[in-house]
């Protein structure tokens, strides 16, 4: 039963109020031609979108037939069939449920559907004496049962929005069930009928009569009950209103977008009616202030809004709130937000530099929660303005699902919850990002990296550079930073390219893509952003295969950029006499690869203590993790007794490198981790083990006899055994020889390694050093005597090694 074609216009509620009038006459007409059901002890009820009074064109009627006892229940259901054929007959798609009063006022885990959709019960027909007491007893029931109404309410609510990803920015939305759509509008009427909001969706008007109207032109364009607003419905809805389809969708998000918000607003006020002992131990332990901010029920509220205005940073310290504790703003805060957002624009213009406080909120555990808040409040494009043109942009492709705002956003939420991911293909890309030393660069890269989609006048790679360059000369980001993230944006393409079309056998294809991306730590960050973007596009596309593709390509161009690491030398240019030229003279060319401009100026800064004193030593933290560098002149085993140091502080060595130039300068560099957390908690070690580090590459103390004071480990499980693997390959390079190690990682073993082969006159050009979980994987290019190993030479270390492994 569809409304006539010639009276589609006017307000979508009239309609709405129309056909639900239409449909009360055919059903209480369909009831009284069965008499023997209008009976004492019987009632028709109007339940759901039906018995609110919004009755789209090709919904359901859902009913409910409500009986005194079971018994009568039993006795009537000959009776049903012949009413329910009428209803059928009449062109209605009827719902029907029958229940007796008892059945509508209990509640279990199966039947909170059921409790809800009684909040709209209205009666049609029936024994109107039983319809005043089922009535009183709903209400009694509604109030008995409200808390946990609402947390079924919230529980639905939560699991329907995690079917769409939390995301309203679907490019195809089904406006019925999506995050932001119909059903959060009733979420809104429901925790207000049940008495724990104040808000009852009165200001939603505009919202409420667009999605009404939109899914009154679905139902009557296809005839049936479709609520997927596809590219065609768009196209068609936009150009009934004269406007383009993307400028339509805009509309329609922003619309979603509030109705997401109020709905988001009423759960937050209903767990705060929550009178449960959980609910007031957590709103206890979740609350604490400080003189700009307090947090409650893990919301965020402004203590003194007109700070907003006198003192604008206060907005930036707010989100850096929410990135270091992972709160979420409170209405209030959005509000304040709001009302002072041309103050703080203002005062972002003209700063000389808000680079350091976004730095520190990109490299929070929670930037991503951050962002998505300043996204949604709007305060995402005050403080990147070069954002606005993606706000609900819509650019359609058959692969994309999302909005090119939220695309950004879902890309940062795929890197910053990587160190959570269970899955085994994401594993590597985990590791990848724990070593990424540059993450706030890297995410900044995202939130640009399509930017430039919003001009469809150029290339959106070249829009996307345009956009950032402007952002990061506002923001006063150093050179260093701003060359990674136009790097990453100018070639953010290309690995997936390179997935895609590229014969990764080729030397030619692998030699241009090593080229272009010039060190290991922009391989890192663009495979990083690659595994952002394609993970992005759709919740389904980072598959197993598709991950093990772009591992590939990382691990190919890995191995080009890494390759004859110790004869690929850096010749200083003729007439140079720069320190860092003297300094670089000779280093193999994949130092410069692997080592940022920052970190090769420290080095170079290094270079003269460690002339004068002999040696050279910093500790850094990075990452959760520790970084010590050594700068010495070369002598046997210095590699090996810096391991053996590590090792007696009770430090787990992750990753170490080892370079010399033909000037016999020695750079050592060791990432490890510290599980006692003793650097951290007491500074002091962190002096002394500078000092005895130098001590012992000065030769005034052994790392022997360090070690010797260290109780030994217990023996890893049976379970745990990695049985040692040693593999020599003379011809990887051209002037030394590849010495491959796998074996059971234990305190010490780097040490063991690399002083067998020192007791054998061997030296260590290049040293690559990983650890994962409880396996070592060591890679040595050694020389002897000037030369690659001879047999046996080879022969002898395998041995040494074998017994250096089997040690502990």
């Not at 006539?4 to 006459?25: C, K, Q, W």
Request: charged share 25%; net charge neutral; glycine share 6%.
């Amino acid at each position: 039963m569809a409304t006539p074609h010639s009276d589609r216009g006017g307000a979508p509620e009239s309609h709405l109020r129309a056909r639900g009038t239409l449909v009360d006459s055919v059903v209480r007409h369909a009831a009284r031609e069965t008499p023997a059901l209008l009976t004492p002890g019987f009632c028709l009820y109007a339940v759901g979108g039906y018995g609110r009074g919004e009755l789209f064109p090709a919904s359901d009627i859902d009913l409910l037939l409500l009986f005194e006892s079971e018994r009568a229940a039993r006795d009537s259901a000959s009776l049903l069939s012949p009413f329910l054929q009428k209803l059928w007959d009449a062109g209605l798609r009827v719902s029907q449920s029958v229940r007796t009063p008892v059945e509508c006022c209990e509640l279990h885990e199966q039947n909170v559907e059921l409790a809800v959709s009684l909040l709209d019960a209205r009666l049609i027909d029936g024994d109107v004496a039983m319809s005043q007491r089922f009535e009183d007893r709903l209400s009694r029931f509604f109030h008995a049962q409200r808390q946990a109404l609402v947390r079924g309410i919230e529980r639905l609510t939560s699991a329907r929005h995690a079917r769409f990803g939390g995301s309203i920015y679907h490019l195809e939305p089904n406006i019925k069930e999506v995050p932001g759509g119909l059903r959060d509008l009733q979420v809104v009427r429901w925790l207000a009928a049940l008495g724990t909001s104040r808000d009852d969706g009165a200001g939603l008007g505009q919202a409420r009569d667009f999605l009404f109207r939109v899914r009154c032109q679905l139902h009557w364009e296809a005839q049936r009950d479709a609520n997927v607003l596809s590219f065609d419905r768009q196209e068609m809805l936009a150009e009934r209103e004269s406007v383009a389809p993307a400028v339509w969708m805009r509309q329609y998000y922003r619309h979603a977008r509030d109705v997401f918000r109020a709905a988001a607003r009423t759960i937050e006020a209903a767990e705060g009616h929550s009178s449960s002992l959980f609910a007031q131990i957590r709103d206890r332990t979740s609350r604490f202030s400080n003189a700009d901010f307090s947090v409650v029920r893990g919301r965020v509220y402004v203590r003194e809004p007109a700070r907003l205005s006198r003192t604008p940073e206060v907005a930036l310290q707010l989100f850096e709130l929410v990135a270091r504790h992972g709160v979420q703003l409170s209405l209030d805060a959005e509000q304040r937000l709001s009302a002072h957002a041309a103050a703080i624009a203002s005062w972002l213009n003209s700063a000389p530099g808000v680079w350091p406080v976004c730095k520190r909120i990109l490299g929070l555990p929670h930037a991503c929660l951050a962002l998505r808040e300043m996204h949604e409040c709007g305060f995402l494009t005050v403080l990147f303005p070069e954002l606005s043109g993606i706000d609900c942009l819509v650019v359609r492709d058959f692969f994309h699902r999302y909005t090119v705002d939220e695309h950004t956003l879902v890309g940062i939420r795929a890197l910053t919850s990587l160190p959570e991911a269970g899955e085994a293909h994401l594993k590597p890309f985990a590791g990848l990002w724990a070593e990424c030393s540059r993450r706030s660069a890297l995410l900044l890269a995202v939130l640009f990296h399509d930017a430039g989609k919003a001009d469809e006048s150029a290339g959106h790679v070249d829009g996307s550079l345009r956009l950032a360059n402007a952002a990061v000369e506002r923001l006063g980001v150093p050179e260093e930073e701003r060359s990674l993230v136009r790097f990453l944006i100018a070639r953010h393409l290309d690995l997936s390219l390179a997935m895609q079309s590229r014969d990764l056998s080729d030397p030619v294809v692998l030699e241009s893509l090593a080229a272009a991306i010039g060190t290991v730590e922009n391989l890192r960050a663009l495979t990083l952003l690659t595994f952002a973007d394609i993970s992005a596009v759709n919740p389904t596309l980072m598959t197993p295969w598709r991950a093990s593709q772009l591992l590939h390509v990382f691990r190919a161009v890995h191995h080009e950029l890494t390759r004859e690491l110790d004869t690929d030398r850096i010749a200083a240019p003729s007439g140079e006499a720069s320190p860092r030229a003297a300094f670089l003279d000779s280093f193999p060319k994949r130092y410069e690869r692997t080592h940022s401009g920052g970190e090769i100026e420290q080095h170079v800064a290094m270079l003269d203590r460690a002339r004068s004193r002999g040696v050279a030593v910093a500790l850094d933290r990075t990452n959760g993790a520790w970084k010590l560098t050594v700068l010495a002149s070369d002598r046997p085993s210095l590699f090996a007794s810096v391991c053996g140091t590590l090792s007696a502080f009770g430090l787990s060595i992750l990753r170490a490198e080892a370079f010399a130039n033909r000037r016999h300068d020695v750079l050592d560099t060791f990432v490890f981790a510290d599980p006692l957390r003793t650097l951290e908690l007491n500074p002091e070690e962190r002096d002394r083990l500078l000092a005895t580090v130098e001590r012992v590459v000065l030769g005034k103390v052994k790392a022997e006899d360090l070690l010797r004071n260290r109780p030994r480990p217990a023996p890893p499980s049976r379970g745990a055994h990695v049985a040692p693997v040693i593999v020599f390959d003379p011809d990887a390079s051209v002037s030394a020889t590849l010495v491959e190690i796998v074996a059971a990682d234990r305190p010490g073993l780097l040490f063991d390694l690399a002083h067998a082969i020192a007791e054998l006159g061997c030296s260590i050009e290049v040293v690559l050093v990983e650890t994962a979980a409880h396996k070592a994987m060591d890679v040595f290019y050694l020389t002897r005597d000037g030369g690659k190993l001879d047999g046996e030479t080879r022969d002898r270390l395998r041995h040494a090694l074998l017994d250096a492994c089997h040690q502990g």
